[in-house]
């Protein structure tokens, strides 16, 4: 019997059913989108259009090439691609510019099997692991660059070292490499404080910064010694000015 506490039908279930589990990926925080097999979008979330600062009616029927630059779209829509061809889930990052800068996410790429085992679409899911990002891009910078000036550590600067190296003896051409210190350096830390001694180091890394060439390079390897690179000179005089 009809009524207020009637059970409802198979096809009012399962749409009922749709409807939540539409919610559920509409309203998520993670972007999630799905293709056709021609780069189309079949569908986007709300998280996914506000990532690419559209509406989701200017993306869904569209296709990735509309959405992207054609190298970034060409890059994503070949691990579509594979997925559509093995019908197999793969993982890629990705990076989102911004106007409030780069946002990195971690998609996984999931085929859609129909009732004959095709795969009919693929749906991606992406983690915003932005932060995770940043923090590895710092360690590594961190890893070739010293912490108080930000000048080329010891190993950053011994590898372009090597490489001039290697293109003076292919070029035949000339490189110098200029040690410097400072003089008197101690008495500064000793009567004004260290910061007083961090503050002048940073003072003289940006004076050196300031007096070389694009091509040039300026390290501090310790304390208050710094090591400058400049390459392709054409003899003596030109390192000594």
């Known amino acids: ?36 097999p021609n780069g ?12 690419v600062g559209r509406s989701t009616d200017q993306i869904i029927g569209h296709r990735i ?13 070949a ?9 197999e889930t793969k993982n890629i990052e990705v990076r989102v ?11 996984t790429v999931k085929p859609i099997i129909g ?22 891009q710092r360690l590594a910078h961190l890893a070739q660059h010293d912490a108080l000036t930000d000048l080329p550590n010891r190993a950053l600067f011994s590898d372009r070292l090597k490489s001039a190296l290697a293109h003076a003896r292919r070029d035949n051409s000339r490189f110098a ?14 009567n004004f404080g260290h910061l007083a001694g961090d503050r002048l180091l940073k003072a003289v890394a940006q004076r050196l910064l300031s007096c070389i060439r694009e091509s040039d390079s300026v390290g501090r390897i310790g ?6 690179l400049l390459p392709h000179l054409s003899s003596n005089k030109d390192a000594r000015r």
């Open 1 to 36: 019997k009809s009524g207020p506490y009637s059970v409802p039908s198979n096809e009012e279930a399962l749409r009922a059913i749709e409807q939540e589990y539409r919610l559920l990926l509409d309203e998520s925080s993670d972007p999630i989108f799905a293709f056709f």
């Open 79 to 87: 691990v579509v691609r594979w997925v559509f061809e093995h019908a």
């Open 177 to 190: 490499v200029l040690s410097l210190d400072l003089d008197h350096f101690k008495p500064v830390n000793d």
């Open 115 to 136: 009732e004959r085992g095709e795969v009919v679409s693929v749906i991606c899911i992406s983690k915003d692991i932005t932060e995770r990002k940043l923090m590895e």
């Open 223 to 228: 304390g208050d010694e710094f090591l400058s």
């Open 40 to 51: 189309e979008y079949r569908y986007v979330n709300r998280a996914f259009a506000r990532g």
């Open 97 to 107: 510019p911004t106007s409030q800068g780069d946002h990195y996410y971690l998609t």
């Open 65 to 77: 090439w509309d959405i992207f630059p054609k190298e970034e779209a060409d890059k994503r829509f």
